[in-house]
């Protein structure tokens, strides 16, 4: 009993960490209608920054989180304006293309200027385990959770409150319908892919306390990613958000409880039946 | 596009003969395996077209059937002996049948949810054949080196039985797809493809859409199953 | 129309390839051998280590060197005139179809009379079908699955240990360890990861258990390239065995340990192999490697008994700033192997080298390994001297503990509990 508690505490802190990859993602998907394949790549180069900052300089990763947030947002805007605003106009086939190719370009760029070797970073100011009469909690696992929990907040509450925040759901709601409102359509592309792009560098930040770095990581997190983001329902932040916490927990468990070389099937079969019953996912539109 | 014109009829052919004769000219054994690969994913992307290109469901599992008709023929063939070129056809079959299977609760999906359900799709079928052992789990299965012979579809000598055998399937596979997309059901696919929901109106979605699936499926399949074989080569 | 432009496109598709695939012509004096490393992809680093290791070897037999390596003291090889070696390497970008598909460019393209390589088992496999296939040796002394040499090839020579043998060297290693040090162990629960190399290893475990009697509590295949391996831990905490073993890469063998820590799972002992060697390991997770078992086919300490290991360890340090690992010890001596065939044989014939092959005989002091020396039996083409020893990490540096006779260090036994430490 205690270890599948174990379990499920641990499902739910991986699945935060699911969450902030997947409301990224999400976002630039719903917005665009655009696949980034790049976008496990851009949480590498997010780890990678905070380890160049704790390394060469010092810094705890926690606090290169808003260094991440701007670097990223601006990598993401460049990469947008120069790159995939381009195809924005040809077949849906084409972005995808693109986007594959910018990610086997950023891991293999990294891979020959940083070399592929593992990195970690090893001290961080809140490292350890607590333990909760036998459960394990590790601290920077669950910084790491707070962290993403704190980001869709805000994330969450922009997009609701602000101008612009309500412009790129106006977007993602119906195109046609927010040009003829008068919103500038290729700016919030813009703008949410760079917005995405931050989001998934705060992700780098906070993977980088705990995970371990080099140039093809993202490899490991993005079929995932795409997984729990068609789970929630394209474009739903919340829908991502909840998708991430379920898709951790059922891997989790469902490993311990079955076979964890099975996990990941259990997970996509959970897809499958979800979308069967409900085509547009949890909380799509 | 189902009236060709006599010059594209000839161009058609031109190209035909040039690659029925180039093994002969370029005998390098690398070069024919180049080609030999190069019509196996030519095969492939005519069985998605029937789907992605003429219905607009992009499928990204498709590499799931490929190996349902990879793992049938190798395993017909090490377990009971059968000829590879029935196993072929089994492979298509099976495939065929779980594309149905799959495909009918699916045709409820749109674009993206599709594309990820077909990959989640894949993974499981990944996943689980990387674990069973009647199929060798991690290790697969290993065709051994049979005699040389047709029956056998197994080469030594030279790789351009090998080639030539994959043209006509190249060649059969273009034929297919061109026979659906001249037929009822390629006008469907196209009517999906501008408009789900017009399509629906007109109440051909549902047949379309399993329907696609196991066509297509069929057509992957029967690539994979030359791609063991390419594989075996 | 479709039909025309899909057949247009072939066409200038294949004008092209065949443009591009014509012969190179090939030099007297140098013998072109080829090698297949994963130069990109997740095992990048890994492959560079084994490109590192070729590097060098290729170096002194084509240089001249005081050390007791073979053809290390004179240039090139005496017995083909004194050609060099020059290695041409294809990434293999650590997927088997490009094994096969970059060993046949190899050897049809390239040229090349041999081939070397390939680190992964699931790679090496279909390399060596290709290299059996077209005829050409292949001399392998870095991949460890058994059923590398169990197909009954010509051409396949595998130089190191494979994990049949390396697992039976983990059981002797508990046997011993309760005959002469006093410590029992009575259950064993295997992990490994879910490719070829892992289910291998598992499978000739579950045989050794059974023969030497230990029992198998737990029996645990996971995904490499997880995010996450809490449900893997977690199984094995609820299934409280003695000893655990676990065959693993790199990226698995570092998300374990430090789940192993987290999750406080301490033990009589870890047995693992592969991942918890590689290079990259200890400086990733330095302190938490410390007192982990790894079966090796090298450690720096050897030089305490061969001179020769230091010689060519501070080599390696000085051309390449690195410490010498045990891949790339492993793939060091497969070039040896292969031009001391070549001197052999006079020729680079294949079957006169795989002739020479059989007959290798070379003395266990002048190989880089702890091992007898290099033979191979004449049916399976496994080099019957190879086996494994264990090595202990302590102090973040890999000490040889196993056998008893050949340690350079104490063993540590039992694991000491993780918040004792540090």
């Given at each position: 009993?205690?270890?599948?508690?174990?379990?499920?505490?641990?499902?739910?802190?991986?699945?935060?960490?699911?969450?902030?990859?997947?409301?990224?993602?999400?976002?630039?998907?719903?917005?665009?209608?655009?696949?980034?394949?790049?976008?496990?790549?851009?949480?590498?180069?997010?780890?990678?920054?905070?380890?160049?900052?704790?390394?060469?300089?010092?810094?705890?990763?926690?606090?290169?989180?808003?260094?991440?947030?701007?670097?990223?947002?601006?990598?993401g805007?460049?990469?947008?304006?120069?790159?995939?605003?381009?195809?924005?106009?040809?077949?849906?086939?084409?972005?995808?293309?693109?986007?594959?190719?910018?990610?086997?370009?950023?891991?293999?760029?990294a891979?020959?200027?940083?070399?592929?070797?593992?990195?970690?970073i090893?001290?961080?100011?809140?490292?350890?385990?607590?333990?909760?009469?036998?459960?394990?909690?590790?601290?920077?696992?669950?910084?790491?959770?707070?962290?993403?929990?704190?980001?869709?907040?805000?994330?969450?509450?922009?997009?609701?409150?602000?101008?612009?925040?309500?412009?790129?759901?106006?977007v993602?709601m119906?195109?046609?319908?927010?040009?003829?409102?008068?919103?500038?359509?290729?700016?919030?592309?813009?703008?949410?892919?760079?917005?995405?792009?931050?989001?998934?560098?705060?992700?780098?930040?906070?993977?980088?306390?705990?995970?371990?770095?080099?140039?093809?990581?993202?490899?490991?997190?993005?079929?995932?990613?795409?997984?729990?983001?068609?789970?929630?329902?394209?474009?739903?932040?919340?829908?991502?958000?909840?998708?991430?916490?379920?898709?951790?927990?059922?891997?989790?468990?469902?490993?311990?409880?079955?076979?964890?070389?099975?996990?990941?099937?259990?997970?996509?079969?959970?897809?499958?039946?979800?979308?069967?019953?409900?085509?547009?996912?949890?909380r799509?539109? | 596009?189902h009236?060709?014109?006599?010059?594209?009829?000839?161009?058609?052919?031109?190209?035909?003969?040039?690659?029925?004769?180039?093994?002969?000219?370029?005998?390098?054994?690398?070069?024919?395996?180049?080609?030999?690969?190069?019509?196996?994913?030519?095969?492939?992307?005519?069985?998605?077209?029937?789907?992605?290109?003429?219905?607009?469901?992009?499928?990204?599992?498709?590499?799931?059937?490929?190996?349902?008709?990879?793992?049938?023929?190798s395993?017909?063939l090490?377990?009971?002996?059968?000829?590879?070129?029935?196993?072929?056809?089994?492979?298509?079959?099976?495939?065929?049948?779980?594309?149905?299977?799959?495909?009918?609760?699916?045709?409820?999906?749109?674009?993206?949810?599709?594309?990820?359900?077909?990959?989640?799709?894949?993974?499981i079928?990944?996943?689980?054949?990387?674990?069973?052992?009647l199929?060798?789990?991690?290790?697969?299965?290993?065709?051994?080196?049979?005699?040389?012979?047709?029956?056998?579809?197994?080469?030594?000598?030279?790789?351009?039985?090998?080639?030539?055998?994959?043209?006509?399937?190249?060649?059969?596979?273009?034929?297919?797809?061109w026979?659906?997309?001249?037929?009822?059901?390629?006008?469907?696919?196209?009517?999906?493809?501008?408009?789900?929901?017009?399509?629906?109106?007109?109440?051909?979605?549902?047949?379309?859409?399993?329907?696609?699936?196991?066509?297509?499926?069929?057509?992957?399949?029967?690539?994979?199953?030359?791609?063991?074989?390419?594989?075996?080569? | 129309?479709?039909?025309?432009?899909?057949?247009?496109?072939?066409?200038?598709?294949?004008?092209?390839?065949?443009?591009?695939?014509?012969?190179?012509?090939?030099?007297?004096?140098?013998?072109?051998?080829?090698?297949?490393?994963?130069?990109?992809?997740?095992?990048?680093?890994?492959?560079?280590?084994?490109?590192?290791?070729?590097?060098?070897?290729?170096?002194?037999?084509?240089?001249?060197?005081?050390?007791?390596?073979?053809?290390?003291?004179?240039?090139?090889?005496?017995?083909?005139?004194?050609?060099k070696?020059?290695?041409?390497?294809?990434?293999?970008?650590g997927?088997?179809?490009?094994?096969?598909?970059?060993?046949?460019?190899?050897?049809?393209?390239?040229?090349?009379?041999?081939?070397?390589?390939?680190?992964?088992?699931?790679?090496?496999?279909?390399?060596?079908?290709?290299?059996?296939r077209?005829?050409?040796?292949?001399?392998?002394?870095?991949?460890?699955?058994?059923?590398?040499?169990?197909?009954?090839?010509?051409?396949?020579?595998?130089?190191?240990?494979?994990?049949?043998?390396?697992?039976?060297?983990?059981?002797?290693?508990?046997?011993?360890?309760?005959?002469?040090?006093?410590?029992?162990?009575?259950?064993?629960?295997?992990?490994?990861?879910?490719?070829?190399?892992?289910?291998?290893?598992a499978?000739?475990?579950?045989?050794?258990?059974?023969?030497?009697?230990?029992?198998?509590?737990?029996?645990?295949?996971?995904?490499a390239?997880?995010?996450?391996v809490?449900?893997?831990?977690?199984?094995?905490m609820?299934?409280?065995?003695?000893?655990?073993?676990?065959?693993?890469?790199?990226?698995?063998?570092?998300?374990?340990?430090?789940?192993?820590?987290?999750?406080?799972?301490?033990?009589?002992?870890?047995?693992?192999?592969?991942?918890?060697?590689?290079?990259?390991?200890?400086?990733t997770?330095?302190?938490?490697?410390?007192?982990?078992?790894?079966?090796?086919?090298?450690?720096?300490?050897?030089?305490?008994?061969?001179?020769?290991?230091?010689?060519?360890?501070?080599?390696?340090?000085?051309k390449?700033?690195?410490?010498?690992?045990?891949?790339?010890?492993?793939?060091?001596?497969?070039?040896f192997?292969?031009?001391?065939?070549?001197?052999?044989?006079?020729?680079?014939e294949?079957?006169?080298?795989?002739?020479?092959?059989?007959?290798?005989?070379?003395?266990?002091?002048?190989?880089?390994?702890?091992?007898?020396?290099?033979?191979?039996?004449?049916?399976?083409?496994?080099?019957?001297?190879?086996?494994?020893?264990?090595?202990q990490?302590?102090?973040?540096?890999?000490?040889?503990?196993?056998?008893?006779d050949?340690?350079?260090?104490?063993?540590?036994?039992?694991?000491?509990?993780?918040?004792?430490?540090?």
């Open positions: 009993m205690d270890q599948l508690l174990q379990q499920l505490v641990n499902g739910v802190l991986i699945g935060l960490v699911y969450s902030l990859l997947a409301i990224g993602l999400t976002l630039v998907w719903g917005v665009m209608n655009v696949l980034n394949f790049a976008h496990g790549d851009f949480l590498m180069i997010g780890m990678f920054l905070s380890y160049w900052m704790y390394a060469l300089g010092g810094i705890d990763p926690l606090f290169s989180i808003p260094v991440n947030a701007v670097a990223l947002f601006l990598m805007m460049f990469i947008y304006r120069f790159i995939i605003s381009k195809v924005m106009h040809g077949p849906g086939l084409a972005q995808l293309v693109v986007t594959f190719g910018v990610s086997i370009f950023i891991a293999n760029f891979a020959l200027i940083w070399t592929p070797n593992f990195r970690s090893e001290h961080t100011l809140l490292s350890g385990t607590w333990d909760l009469s036998g459960i394990k909690l590790s601290i920077p696992k669950f910084v790491s959770s707070i962290g993403s929990v704190v980001t869709s907040f805000l994330l969450f509450s922009f997009l609701r409150y602000t101008r612009t925040g309500k412009a790129i759901l106006a993602e119906d195109r046609e319908a927010a040009t003829i409102m008068g919103i500038n359509t290729e700016r919030i592309n813009s703008l949410s892919f760079a917005i995405g792009s931050a989001l998934v560098g705060v992700a780098g930040a906070l993977l980088a306390t705990h995970y371990y770095i080099y140039p093809f990581v993202g490899g490991t997190f993005g079929l995932i990613c795409f997984c729990i983001v068609a789970l929630g329902g394209f474009g739903s932040i919340e829908g991502a958000f909840i998708a991430g916490i379920l898709v951790g927990v059922v891997q989790t468990l469902g490993g311990y409880i079955f076979d964890p070389a099975y996990k990941l099937a259990i997970v996509f079969v959970m897809y499958l039946v979800t979308v069967w019953i409900r085509p547009q996912g949890l799509g539109w | 596009m009236d060709l014109t006599a010059k594209q009829l000839t161009l058609g052919g031109v190209v035909l003969a040039l690659l029925v004769a180039l093994p002969l000219l370029v005998p390098s054994p690398f070069f024919q395996h180049v080609m030999i690969i190069t019509f196996m994913f030519a095969m492939c992307g005519v069985a998605w077209n029937v789907m992605g290109g003429y219905a607009g469901m992009f499928s990204f599992g498709q590499v799931a059937f490929f190996g349902i008709g990879a793992y049938t023929s395993f017909l090490l377990t009971f002996q059968v000829s590879p070129w029935i196993g072929l056809l089994a492979g298509g079959v099976i495939s065929a049948i779980l594309a149905a299977a799959i495909g009918y609760p699916c045709s409820n999906l749109r674009g993206h949810y599709f594309a990820i359900a077909s990959i989640a799709f894949g993974e079928i990944r996943i689980v054949f990387n674990n069973w052992h199929v060798g789990a991690a290790e697969g299965l290993t065709i051994p080196m049979l005699k040389e012979s047709l029956g056998n579809f197994m080469f030594h000598s030279s790789k351009l039985p090998y080639y030539y055998i994959m043209l006509a399937f190249l060649l059969l596979a273009i034929a297919v797809c026979w659906v997309s001249a037929s009822k059901m390629g006008y469907y696919f196209r009517a999906i493809k501008e408009s789900h929901e017009v399509a629906e109106v007109l109440d051909t979605q549902f047949e379309a859409d399993h329907i696609t699936v196991r066509l297509r499926i069929r057509q992957a399949e029967l690539d994979q199953v030359r791609k063991t074989l390419a594989g075996r080569q | 129309m479709r039909m025309r432009n899909c057949m247009a496109v072939l066409a200038a598709v294949a004008v092209a390839v065949a443009l591009a695939a014509g012969p190179v012509a090939a030099q007297q004096k140098v013998i072109k051998i080829g090698a297949l490393y994963p130069l990109t992809g997740n095992l990048a680093a890994t492959g560079m280590d084994c490109k590192r290791g070729v590097d060098l070897a290729v170096e002194i037999i084509n240089g001249k060197y005081d050390l007791n390596l073979p053809f290390a003291k004179e240039e090139g090889i005496p017995g083909m005139g004194g050609a070696i020059e290695v041409v390497y294809a990434d293999t970008k997927d088997p179809k490009n094994g096969l598909a970059e060993a046949e460019r190899l050897i049809t393209q390239e040229k090349v009379v041999a081939l070397i390589g390939a680190y992964q088992s699931a790679v090496t496999k279909t390399g060596s079908q290709a290299a059996e077209l005829k050409t040796p292949f001399v392998c002394s870095d991949s460890s699955s058994p059923t590398l040499t169990q197909s009954g090839f010509n051409y396949f020579f595998r130089v190191s240990p494979h994990d049949g043998t390396m697992a039976r060297n983990q059981f002797e290693f508990l046997k011993d360890l309760e005959k002469q040090k006093g410590k029992a162990v009575k259950t064993v629960a295997l992990i490994y990861e879910n490719t070829e190399f892992g289910a291998n290893v499978k000739m475990q579950k045989q050794y258990a059974q023969e030497f009697g230990y029992q198998v509590v737990a029996d645990i295949a996971y995904p390239n997880a995010s996450d809490t449900s893997e831990v977690g199984k094995i609820s299934a409280k065995p003695d000893v655990v073993m676990h065959a693993a890469y790199i990226t698995d063998a570092i998300l374990f340990t430090k789940m192993f820590k987290e999750m406080n799972l301490a033990p009589m002992g870890f047995l693992n192999m592969a991942g918890y060697i590689e290079s990259d390991y200890l400086p997770v330095k302190a938490d490697g410390n007192f982990f078992y790894v079966r090796s086919t090298f450690a720096l300490d050897l030089a305490k008994k061969k001179p020769m290991v230091g010689q060519v360890a501070d080599m390696y340090k000085q390449y700033n690195i410490g010498m690992g045990e891949n790339t010890a492993r793939s060091f001596t497969a070039p192997v292969l031009a001391d065939a070549f001197n052999r044989a006079k020729s680079t294949a079957d006169k080298v795989v002739k020479a092959l059989l007959e290798t005989n070379i003395p266990g002091d002048m190989i880089l390994n702890p091992w007898k020396g290099v033979q191979f039996d004449p049916q399976t083409h496994q080099n019957i001297h190879a086996s494994a020893m264990l090595v990490i302590q102090d973040q540096a890999y000490y040889t503990v196993w056998p008893f050949a340690a350079s260090r104490e063993l540590v036994w039992p694991f000491p509990a993780w918040k004792d430490r540090k």
